[in-house]
């Protein structure tokens, strides 16, 4: 059965940095393309990035391009999003989200992980 599972949301400081995780099972890892994307309260689920397979092409979203990094390891089946220089507005419950990069039927989300950024 195909799994997503989030982990290294916590709270923050602002201008702190957090990493957090997506560990896949169930599934060909490689054969998907991997997003974060984020959900804050009482707003819609905002898409943040997005890394490609095999080549670890990416695209971010304009409010976190140039603080926020995403990357994966194919061997580990983990997809991971380094954030820095974070901000309040960043506080949000983060979702990994796979699909298959021929098959866009082929999907999955994982359950989240929240991140809030405070002093």
């Known amino acids: 059965q195909a799994q997503l599972v989030e982990s290294g949301g916590e709270l923050v400081q602002p201008g702190g940095s957090l990493r957090l995780s997506c560990a896949a099972s169930?599934?060909?890892?490689?054969?998907?393309?991997m997003s974060w994307y984020r959900q804050a309260p009482g707003k819609g689920r905002e898409f943040v990035a997005i890394?490609?397979?095999?080549?670890?092409?990416?695209n971010y979203a304009d409010s976190v391009k140039g603080r926020f990094t995403i990357s994966r390891d194919n061997a580990k089946n983990t997809c991971y999003l380094q954030m820095n220089s974070l901000k309040p507005d960043d506080t949000a419950v983060y979702f990994c989200?796979?699909?298959?990069?021929?098959?866009?039927?082929?999907?999955?989300w994982g359950q989240g992980t929240q991140v809030t950024v405070s002093s």
């Open positions: 989200y796979a699909q298959h990069y021929l098959n866009s039927g082929r999907n999955y």
């Open positions: 890394v490609t397979s095999p080549r670890s092409n990416t």
């Open positions: 169930g599934f060909t890892f490689s054969m998907f393309t």
